[in-house]
C-alpha cells in the first residue's frame, strides 16, 4: 500500500510539473524585471532569461551580474556592492533562506563562514565568530534597525527564536562595526531586514513543523501582512511556536542526567509592526521567548527532584523616526528608541511551595541562583546627517544619548554601588558621536570613519576606522583597518564599578574574482586581537563571590574563503571554508584549552578549527528543486571532566572530540495546487550526528540538538 502512494504522489508531482512547465514573459514591463533576485533568475531556462533580457535591453551576461551587484549599507551607509564596502560582508537574500528550508536563524549563519553556535549558563544557545565567543555583548542582532541584544547581559538567545520566514535579507558584517553601531558590535553584526509593506502587498502564513525518532520537536505559525498604498505603508510580522533544543539524555560531568525531551523548550512568542506616512515612520517589536531547563550552572539538577525551570526572556523595543529631506544632497534623520528587557526571569511562583521551607533549603538556594527579576530599559534619542555634496563623495555624522536603568523587583537579587553595598536600582548615561566619509574615485574607494563614546561610569572610548576597496571589471580587493570595543554590561558595573570597555584592533584584507559569469571566487585573511577582554569569574575573595574582570588579552587570526557556481540551466552552489587559531594571543585561562600543564597556544576552546559549509540549488523544473546543505566541523576541544584535588579545588579536564558532518536536503515545490500555494519538505542531519554544542569557556557540559529531524512547511500567499 505504501509503494502505490508513493508511485501515485510522484505521479502527480510530475503531471503537476508538467503542467506549470512554461512561463510567459512577454507581458512583463522593465521595471517588474529589474524587481527579480538573482536567484528568480537562475531558476529560469535560458530561452526565458533571454526573453528577459531583451525587456531590459542587456545581455543576459549583464542581467545575471545582479549578484554581484547587490547593493548594501550595513558597513557604510552608504549603498555600495558587498565587493566594494568596507567589511567583509555577507548578504542572505529570503529567496535563499526559503530553498534551504532553514529551520531558525542559526541553520542560516551556520552556512555562513565564520559562525559557530555555542552553550552558555542555563543552556542558552549563543554564536562564536572567527573562533571567539561572542555571546556577551561582541554580536549585534538588529532586526529593523532595533537592537535584540537585551541588556542585563548584552545577551542573545538563539534556538527556535527569531522567525526566518518574515525575512527579506540578511545583511552580515564579519568584522568590526563599533564605528558605525556602538559597543556591542565589536566582533560583527548581524542585520536582519523584514519583508517590506511594499513586498508583501497582501498576505503570507506559513505553518511549519519538525518531527525526529522521538517525536515532534517543534511546529510554528508565521503570519506577515503589509500594503503600500501612495503614502501610506505598513507591515505587520507575527510568529508563535513551541520547540526543542534536544531530544536525548544530556549528562553532566558529574554523572547526573535529564531527558531534554521534558526539559529543553524554546518557545516564541513575536510580534513586529511597521508604518510609515512619508518621511515619518514607527516601528514597535515585542519578543516573548520562553524556556525551560535542568542547568544547575556547571551541573545539572535532579530531575527526579527538580521540575524544569521556566525561564523567560521579554523584550518590548519602539522607534519614532523622521527623514527630513533638507534638498538633493542633505538628510536629516531624527529617532527616538525605547528599549526595554526583562532577562533569565525565573518566577517565585514557578517554584514548588511545599519545598520553600527549611528541609529543602538546598532546593531553595539552587533556585534562587535561577532567579533575576531585573527589567532594564534604554530611552536614546539619534539625530545625524547624510550629505553627498558630488556623487563620488558621502558623509554620514551624528550624535546618540542614551539614559539605562536596571530596577530589582526582588531583594535577594540586587545591584551593588562603588563599595559593594546593595541597591535596589542602577543608571547610567552615554553620549557618542560618529563620522564616516567614503570617496570613490577611479582608482580607489576610501572610507575614513571614528566613534568617541563617553560613558559616565566606563569612561571614553575612541574608535577609527579606515578602508580601501575597489572594483576592477573581474578583480575587488579590500584592505581594511578597525578598532572596536565591546561596552560593560549593567550586571558587569554592578559587580565591579572599575570595569572597563574592552578593545579590538582588526586587520582584515579580501580579494575576489569572477572566474567566467558562472563562477565567483573570494578569499579574506583577518587578524583579531581584543585587549583587556572582559571576563567573569568567580571570586570568592569578594563579599559577593563573584565579579567581572578585564583579562589580558584574546584574538583569533585565519582565513575565510567563498565560491559561488551559478548556471542558467540547473541552479546554483555556494561554498564557504573557514579556519581560525588564537595565533597566540588567548591568555585568559578561562578560554584556553589545557593539554598538560601548558595551555596550547593556537587551539580554540568550544569551536572547530576547521569549517565548511555550503548550499546547492537543483531547479528540477519551473517550480521544483532540490536544495541540498552541509556543515562540516573539525574536531573541537573542550571539557571532558572535573576532578578535585588535594585541596577541594576543581581541576577540568579536555578533551578532543569528534567533528561532525550535518547534511541536509530540502525539496521545494512552489504554486503547487494554485498560484502562491508553496511545499517544503526537508531532513535536517540526515546523518543523525546529533550536533553537540560546547561552551567557549570552563565549564559547561556540551548540549545536544535534535538529531535527524523531518520538516514540513507549508506556505500560502494571497
Not at 572582559?534 to 575565510?560: A, C, F, M, P, R
Amino acid at each position: 500500500m505504501k509503494k502505490i502512494f508513493i508511485l501515485f504522489f510522484v505521479s502527480f508531482l510530475a503531471m503537476q510539473l508538467e503542467a506549470q512547465s512554461i512561463k510567459k514573459f512577454e507581458s512583463m514591463t522593465k521595471a517588474e524585471v529589474l524587481k527579480m533576485s538573482y536567484e528568480e533568475l537562475t531558476d529560469l531556462p535560458l530561452d526565458d532569461l533571454m526573453k528577459l533580457a531583451s525587456i531590459v535591453g542587456v545581455s543576459t551576461d549583464e542581467l545575471l551580474s545582479m549578484i554581484l551587484n547587490t547593493k548594501t549599507s550595513v558597513a557604510s551607509n552608504k549603498e555600495l556592492t558587498t565587493r566594494e564596502a568596507p567589511g567583509i560582508l555577507s548578504v542572505i537574500a529570503a529567496d535563499d533562506i526559503k530553498k534551504s528550508g532553514a529551520r531558525d536563524l542559526i541553520d542560516v549563519l551556520n552556512l555562513l563562514p565564520g559562525f559557530n553556535p555555542g552553550v552558555d549558563v542555563e543552556s542558552v544557545i549563543g554564536l562564536g565568530l572567527r573562533g571567539v565567543w561572542g555571546h556577551e555583548g561582541k554580536i549585534l542582532l538588529r532586526i529593523d534597525g532595533q537592537e535584540m541584544n537585551e541588556l542585563s547581559y548584552q545577551t542573545l538567545q538563539f534556538g527556535n527564536h527569531f522567525d526566518v520566514n518574515q525575512i527579506s535579507r540578511i545583511e552580515v558584517i564579519r568584522g568590526p562595526g563599533s564605528a558605525m553601531y556602538g559597543g556591542n558590535a565589536e566582533l560583527g553584526v548581524i542585520n536582519i531586514i523584514t519583508k517590506s509593506g511594499n513586498e508583501l502587498d497582501g498576505t503570507q502564513i506559513h505553518v511549519s513543523g519538525c518531527m525526529s525518532e522521538n517525536g515532534i520537536n517543534r511546529s510554528n505559525l508565521h503570519l506577515s501582512t503589509g500594503k503600500k498604498n501612495n503614502n501610506w505603508e505598513f507591515s505587520l510580522h507575527g510568529f508563535i511556536g513551541k520547540g526543542y533544543k534536544g531530544d536525548g539524555i544530556a549528562t553532566d560531568y558529574y554523572g547526573t542526567s535529564y531527558n531534554m525531551d521534558d526539559a529543553s523548550s524554546s518557545n516564541p512568542l513575536h510580534l513586529n509592526i511597521g508604518a510609515s506616512f512619508k518621511n515619518l515612520s514607527f516601528r514597535f517589536i515585542s519578543d516573548m521567548y520562553n524556556t525551560t531547563q535542568l542547568d544547575g550552572f556547571g551541573g545539572y539538577f535532579n530531575s527526579e527532584i527538580y521540575e524544569p525551570i521556566k525561564t523567560s526572556y521579554k523584550s518590548v523595543l519602539s522607534e519614532l523616526r523622521y527623514d527630513m529631506r533638507v534638498n538633493d544632497k542633505l538628510t536629516n534623520v531624527t529617532k527616538i528608541n525605547y528599549r526595554w528587557y526583562d532577562s533569565y526571569r525565573v518566577e517565585m511562583d514557578d517554584l514548588i511551595q511545599e519545598y520553600l521551607d527549611e528541609e529543602h533549603v538546598n532546593y531553595n538556594e539552587d533556585y534562587f541562583y535561577s532567579i533575576q527579576e531585573k527589567p532594564t530599559q534604554r530611552i536614546s534619542v539619534h539625530n545625524s546627517i547624510k550629505y553627498q555634496p558630488m556623487s563620488s563623495v558621502d558623509i554620514h555624522a551624528g550624535v546618540e544619548a542614551y539614559h539605562e536603568e536596571g530596577r530589582s523587583e526582588n531583594e535577594w537579587i540586587p545591584y551593588y554601588d562603588e563599595n559593594g553595598n546593595e541597591i535596589m536600582s542602577l543608571k547610567y548615561q552615554n553620549i557618542s558621536g560618529f563620522f564616516q566619509s567614503v570617496i570613490e574615485t577611479k582608482q580607489v574607494n576610501v572610507i575614513a570613519g571614528a566613534r568617541f563614546e563617553y560613558h559616565t561610569l566606563a569612561g571614553s572610548s575612541f574608535v577609527p576606522r579606515v578602508g580601501l576597496t575597489k572594483v576592477f571589471n573581474k578583480l575587488h580587493f579590500k584592505a581594511l583597518y578597525s578598532n572596536a570595543y565591546r561596552s560593560p554590561s549593567i550586571e558587569a558595573f554592578s559587580l565591579n564599578r572599575n570595569i572597563k570597555p574592552e578593545n579590538t584592533t582588526v586587520i582584515e584584507f579580501e580579494t575576489g574574482y569572477v572566474l567566467s559569469k558562472n563562477i565567483f571566487f573570494s578569499v579574506n585573511l583577518f587578524d583579531n586581537t581584543i585587549y583587556k577582554p572582559i571576563v567573569y569569574i568567580i571570586d570568592e575573595s569578594s563579599s559577593l563571590g563573584e565579579s567581572y574582570i578585564n583579562g589580558d588579552k584574546t584574538g583569533s587570526q585565519g582565513v575565510e574563503s567563498e565560491i559561488k557556481l551559478v548556471s542558467n540551466n540547473w541552479g546554483y552552489l555556494f561554498l564557504n571554508y573557514s579556519y581560525y587559531t588564537t595565533g597566540e594571543k588567548n591568555k585568559v585561562g578561562d578560554y584556553q584549552v589545557f593539554l598538560g600543564d601548558k595551555p596550547e597556544e593556537k587551539i580554540v576552546l568550544g569551536f572547530p578549527s576547521h569549517k565548511i559549509s555550503g548550499m546547492g540549488h537543483w531547479n528540477v523544473a519551473d517550480d521544483f528543486s532540490i536544495n541540498p546543505s552541509f556543515v562540516y566541523m573539525s574536531d573541537i576541544y573542550g571539557v571532558s571532566s572535573i576532578s578535585e584535588d588535594v585541596n577541594g579545588e576543581e581541576i577540568y579536564h579536555y578533551n578532543k572530540f569528534a567533528g561532525q558532518f550535518l547534511l541536509n536536503v530540502n525539496l521545494l515545490y512552489e504554486n503547487i495546487f494554485t498560484k502562491g500555494f508553496d511545499i517544503s519538505l526537508g531532513v535536517y542531519d540526515l546523518l543523525n550526528e546529533k550536533q553537540k554544542i560546547y561552551q567557549a569557556y570552563v565549564a559547561r557540559p556540551a548540549l545536544m540538538l535534535n538529531g535527524r529531524s523531518l520538516q514540513l512547511i507549508l506556505g500560502y500567499s494571497f
